[in-house]
């Protein structure tokens, strides 16, 4: 079987959904792979390490996936590559099931497409998850956002001229971002609080030496581990909490979101203007609206004296270890599809398989997940 690895065209997607590794082991299992001219370049792969690792090359996106099997992405196909994969092939990438408008015709044109986003949150598939791989590199580069723009220190010096106070760091959501975050944070000598709606980040938050903020009497993780939709009087009283601490930071770094919903609202436009001038909010929640509302897609903005940073692909500003991290999650994920004939077998009884698992051969597999034509 034919796997094809084309190259990403969405706007500002550097990644690449396989490494010379990762293909060097697609050939050692037998698979034959096929990578488009390119599509390492952004992560610091040339052409000719994927051709060393056992790789064809080709010129474009339609010659790339043409007679291909499988067709392993970042993102999702757009419209176009869509029309030029063939009916029965397999694309696995991270789909965004929520909000895509292709999904409909994904299987009008009799794709099987599996959404690396749907993996399951359970033991033996955290060597397959994307959103965590791909978290973590969002947290650390966060920081180091934050740094970028503030215009001080963030750890505490003792100089000749008089002593120079640390950094006052605020993580809102403790995940894999989240708690990143503050490793990262406090390795560059801030002090760091944090919050989670969780209860259960309470000890991780601490191991990493930050103070843990909590609402009390309020656990909202869901059946996932991740954090649900607060109630409305839970939601007024973390706004107020919030408000209270963001007040007193330097650096504000936002992580939370929730799956197939908008961003939840942590901080709030009159809490902004309680901030001190030169303080920075990085905004990982930017893509689907923000936890700040005046966080504006894709720009670094200033608003009374508070710059804003709210780039969506976070995770691709490091397009070189995003691409290894995320590599490996696809290529251990492919690996439970395996066949005893050496090719794919999508109809494998596998849970982690089947939760992905949007479509096949054409045929609608989650009806809850939203399946409008594009406009």
Known sequence: MLIAIPSETESRERRVAATPETVAKMVTAGFDVRVQRGAGLASMIDDAAFAQAGAQLAD?????????????KVQAPNAKETEQLAADTVVVAMFAPHANPLLTRYAQRGLTCLALELIPRISRAQS??????????????????AAEHYPRYFPMLMTAAGTVQPARVLVL????????????ARRLGAVVEAFDVRAAAKEQVESLGAKFIQLEGVDAEDERGYARELTEDEQARLNALVADRTAEA???????????????????????????RGSVIVDLAAASGGNCRLTRPDEVIEHEGVTLVGITNVPSLMAADASVLFARNVWNFVQLMRSEDGGIDVAVEDEVVQATMLCRNGEWLKPQFRQGEEE
């Open 173 to 184: 959501g403790a995940g894999v971002a989240g708690l990143q975050a503050i490793a990262t």
């Open 250 to 276: 330097d650096i504000v770094i936002t992580t939370a979101q929730i799956p197939g919903r908008p961003a939840p609202e942590l901080v709030s436009d009159e809490t902004v203007v309680r901030m001190r």
């Open 128 to 145: 397959m998850d994307v959103l965590s791989s791909q978290a973590n590199i969002a947290g650390y580069k966060a920081v180091l956002l």
């Open 60 to 72: 474009d996106f339609a010659s790339t996936c043409d007679g291909a099997g499988l067709v392993l």
